[in-house]
Structure formats: C-alpha cells, structure tokens
C-alpha cells in the first residue's frame, strides 16, 4: 500500500553513498585496480637521425648466456655497451635492469598469472590470498537461495474500498531464491542487479498463499583479494501477488543494505554470503514511517570477462648478439656478423687469439696460459702437494716406498726388507711369522664339547670348559680374528637348519663377547646342512656334522706380498754360558 512515496527516497542514503564514493573519487579506485607496477623514468631524449640513416636497436638489457664467448678480456660487471642514434648516445651498464615500459590501454592479465605452453591452461601462481582475485571489468552472473525474514506491519496488501483493513502478516519465514547480474569496472567497485522471489504464505484462516518478489540494483565497494569482503546498497521495489482472500497485489518502492563474502574457488566460480537489510513502507502508516525486512542467503556465481594470458614472445636471439637465430651459425654462443659465431679462438679457452699470451695452449685467466705444472705430472702446481715429485693421481705425491711389497710402507714396517706372512696374526707389524699352535689347533677345525639343545641355539651346560679354552686363546693372542661357522645335519627343511646354525654360531659369539672378547673380533656365518664332513645318512655321520668350526681371518691387501711360514726367521741361538767350557 503506498500513501506518500515521495519521503521514501530517504531509503535511497546507502546506496546513495557507495555511488558518491565511487563518483568522486575513481583515483583511489584505480590505485586499487592493478599490483603497483615499478617506476619508469623516461629516457633522455636523442637527436632525430640524419634522413636515410637507420635507426639503432636499442641496447639490450640483460647479460648474454653463461655459454656466450666473452670480450677480448673476461667479461666483467662494469662493461658498458653503447648505443647511438644521430648525434646522442646513451650508455647502460651490462647487466643492468631496463625500465619496465608504460602499460597500454589494452587488458593484461595480472602478473604471475600465466599460460602453459605445454598445456594451454592458465595457471595463477600468486599467493593464496591473491589467487583468483578480482580483476577489472568483470561480470558476475548467480543464482542464490536462503531464507527471508518478513516484518509484522508490512505494507505489501492492496486495500479494497468500503472494507475494513485487508492487512495480514506473513509467516515469519521463508525461503527466498534469485539470480543476479553484476559487472565490476574496477576492482573493489561494481553494480549489481537482482531479482529474488520468496514463496510464502499468509496469516490467515486460510493460510492463503503469496508470492513476494523483489528487483533491486545495488553499488558494490569490495576488497580485492580471493576472500572479498563487500558492502553494498542500492533501491529497487518489493511487490507481492496473493489471491483476493489473502493481501492481493500489490507494488512498493524499498532501498537495501547489507554486506558479504565473496570466495573465488577458480578463475570462473566463486562462492557468496549476503545478509541484506531491506527498507520498505510500513502499513496504514503515513511516511515517513518504515519498517524492515530482512534476507540472508547464500550462492554460486560465474566469473566472466577474465583476461587470457599471452604466450611469453619467442626469443628471436638466444645468445643476444644481433645475429637471429635463423641465421645464426652460433645461436648459443654470443659471436659477430653475419654468421653469428665468435672470434677465433684457437685453443679453447675462451681468449681469443688476438689477447691470448698462449694461443695454442687452453690456459686460464688472466693472460689465457696454462697454470704451471713444474712436474709436469698433469697436476698444476696449485694442486700438487709435491709440485717437484712427478705422480700423475691426486694429491700429486709418490706413493710411499715399501721396499718387501707387503703394502706396509717402510716406516710403519718392522721388517722393511721381508714380507709380511698374512696368516692372521699380528698381520699389521710387516714381520713374517707363524701362526701360533694354540690358534691351529682349532682353525677350520670342528670344536669337540661345544653342543646344544635339540632344534635350539641354546648351549647345553658342560660346554663351558671349550669355550672358555677359546676366549684364553683370543684374549692371549690380540690380533687374532675368527669366523665362527655353524653347521647342522640334514634332518628337517634346508631353510630351518640355515637358520639354527646360524643362530648357534650368534650364540657362540654371544658368549665370547660376554666373556671379554670384542665384538669386532668375530664374525658369524650359518651353513645348514650345506657342509657336511660326513655325506653318510647315518646317526653317526650327522652327530659329525653338527659342529661349530672356528676360522682365522685373513686380511690380505689386494697385490700384497707374502712370506711362507718356512720363510719366516728362526729364532736366535742363545748366548753361551759365561765361565763355561
């Protein structure tokens, strides 16, 4: 019912003042627009060239490949390259960075968002919060549903004439469901229009049904990042349509405010929150009298008018020496017209020949000679610890002299001039010995009195005295390393008895450690049924081969010289008697 629309433009303010914001103030909209760009400083301006005179390219800004063959001389950071045009000319420094030309008038694509050549998708590799952002001049096109809360003293009835008032609430809630259509020229402002219908009923005896509808247009101010708070406000109309037992039709003028979230999921989607405060005419009331409703929902929308990134140009010049690629002999390598290919150099060394001291030999700063090698063992003196003593391995040294070739050198051997007998025992002194008769008397020999329990590792009381006997020998002779082997007969699975001799030869090892012997010393190994020293089937022959053996080990250098045990030196008579005949 409307009495006096002319003091509800008063419901015009919020979107009144979002459009004034927008108006008047569209500089501190457009800093907003785009990520700040560097600075550019205009180029000093040159002297026009003479007619017919073409004009220079401008001079590159980046350094050529690491590969590109440098100056005369080694290139270095203050090189500077000039360029000239007529009369004036202008220097940058190699290396140096050239200002970032002024955007044009036409769209481009934020930076970090580009195109996968391989793929042809657009990638967003910004930050979390700036990926998917809003852009400028976007539309935004959605559908949303949620629920609408309708005031008691609404003005939506048409009153008949000669009735008392036709006027009844509405439920108190109901869904509500539109679409909307939005298009943003700057980044943090835009317009929307909506239209929303709220399928309802009315409070009455007859529960008579009623169809309210909206359509509004609203100004939009929003911050520009993938989670977009907004405000926004703007006038429309509220209308309603019921049968004559209900409110009938009926049309009213109603402004709106509110605020959002807005999530953009991908580049074209982008989920949204809104709660609206709308402000219409209040029943039977003179205006200025308002009353309130209220909408809040939730909705999909489908980002469009997003700018596709360019293709990155292709490198016409790889090696950045004037030469294209096309024509370019040398494409990788930084060289002169009109092939593109470097200055000769002959030895390789990347001094031309023209300043190079040694041209025919590949040499090194400063003057492109070889480093010296006083030796000449192919290791320069800078790496040589014996630049005098020519070896041609790292560190440049000649092995150490060991006279017997026993691999102990000279002053680590106690007898330089006779091999060393690698039998196990004090192998390390460069001395020929033997082994000692206590160590023989168990080497590769199976060990009587050492036994277990059935299918176990367990060792059976009454074999102590053995082991012991084996941890004096060890303990009286050091150097002495052993293997302890494991053995079983054939009774029962190849995999069981594997297992069992090697965990009988573990317990062995166990109690010698446990005795004083170090662990280093001994190594373990189970051979099953593999090794019998009886192949009979016999009780007898497998009681022999289920055995512990004891092994010397020998570490005898890869090409090392041995003396026999009969080369080993008898011992010195002793002296005679003092007073004797």
């Not at 073409?54 to 063959?69: H, I, K, Q, R, V």
């Not at 940058?92 to 934020?110: I, W, Y």
């Not at 005098?388 to 560190?395: I, R």
């Amino acid at each position: 019912m409307t009495l006096n629309s002319k003091p509800r433009t008063a419901a015009l303010i919020p979107a009144g003042v979002l459009l004034f914001a927008a108006a008047t103030s569209p500089e501190a909209f457009a800093a907003a627009q785009e990520p700040a760009a560097p600075k550019t400083e205009a180029a000093p301006a040159t002297e026009a060239a003479p007619a017919g005179e073409a004009s220079a390219p401008p001079a590159e800004a980046s350094a050529p490949p690491a590969e590109a063959t440098p100056a005369p001389t080694p290139a270095s950071a203050g090189t500077q390259a000039s360029a000239s045009a007529g009369g004036g000319k202008a220097e940058v420094k190699a290396g140096a960075s050239v200002p970032k030309a002024r955007k044009s008038g036409r769209r481009e694509a934020p930076d970090g968002v580009i195109l996968d050549e391989k793929t042809g998708k657009v990638k967003d590799t910004r930050k979390w919060i700036h990926r998917y952002s809003p852009e400028r001049h976007l539309f935004e096109l959605g559908i949303f549903g949620g629920l609408n809360l309708p005031p008691d003293d609404h003005d939506l009835y048409k009153p008949v004439p000669g009735r008392p008032d036709e006027h009844k609430a509405l439920w108190r809630l109901g869904p509500a469901v539109g679409a909307r259509l939005g298009y943003f020229p700057l980044r943090i402002f835009g317009i929307e229009a909506e239209f929303s219908a709220v399928p309802t009923f009315v409070r009455n005896v007859h529960n008579s049904p009623a169809f309210v509808y909206g359509l509004r247009g609203s100004a939009v101010l929003q911050l520009p990042y993938r989670v977009t708070p907004f405000l926004l406000g703007g006038y429309g109309m509220l209308g309603i349509s019921s049968p004559g037992n209900g409110l009938g039709s009926d049309v009213d003028p109603a402004g709106h405010w509110g605020g959002g979230l807005k999530i953009f999921i991908s580049r074209m989607a982008a989920f949204r929150i809104d709660a609206r405060h709308i402000v219409s005419a209040k029943a039977a009331k003179p205006a200025p009298a308002f009353t309130s409703h209220a909408q809040v929902t939730v909705g999909f929308s489908l980002v469009l008018g997003r700018v596709r990134p360019q293709p990155a140009p292709k490198d016409l010049d790889w090696d950045k020496d004037g030469v294209q690629n096309d024509v370019d002999k040398c494409p990788k390598l930084a060289g002169d017209p009109p092939d593109g290919c470097p200055s000769i150099d002959s030895d390789n060394d990347t001094f031309l020949d023209k300043v190079d001291k040694c041209p025919f030999e590949a040499g090194v700063a400063p003057d492109g000679c070889p480093p010296p090698d006083t030796d000449k063992d192919g290791i320069i003196d800078a790496d040589d610890q014996c630049p005098t003593e020519p070896w041609p391995e790292a560190p440049g040294c000649p092995p150490p002299p060991d006279a017997d070739g026993d691999k102990i050198i000279d002053k680590d051997d106690k007898c330089p001039m006779h091999p060393e007998s690698y039998n196990g025992f004090e192998d390390a002194d460069g001395c020929p010995d033997k082994l000692p008769e206590k160590a023989k008397e168990w080497d590769r020999r199976p060990l009587e009195g050492i036994n277990f329990e059935t299918r176990s590792d367990k060792i059976k009381k009454g074999s102590e005295k053995t082991l012991d006997v084996a941890v004096g020998v060890l303990k009286e002779f050091p150097s002495l390393k052993i293997e302890i082997q494991g053995h079983t007969d054939d009774v029962g699975g190849r995999e069981f008895n594997l297992d069992l001799s090697q965990r009988r030869a573990d317990s062995v090892k166990r109690y010698l450690v446990e005795h004083g012997i170090e662990e280093s010393r001994i190594k373990t190994t189970g051979f099953g049924p593999d090794k019998p020293i009886d192949p009979a089937k016999t009780s007898k022959a497998r009681a022999k081969n289920r055995r512990i053996e004891f092994k010397v080990l020998i570490d005898r250098p890869e090409g090392a010289a041995s003396s026999d045990d009969g080369d080993a030196p008898a011992p010195a008579a002793p002296a005679p008697a003092a007073g004797g005949k």
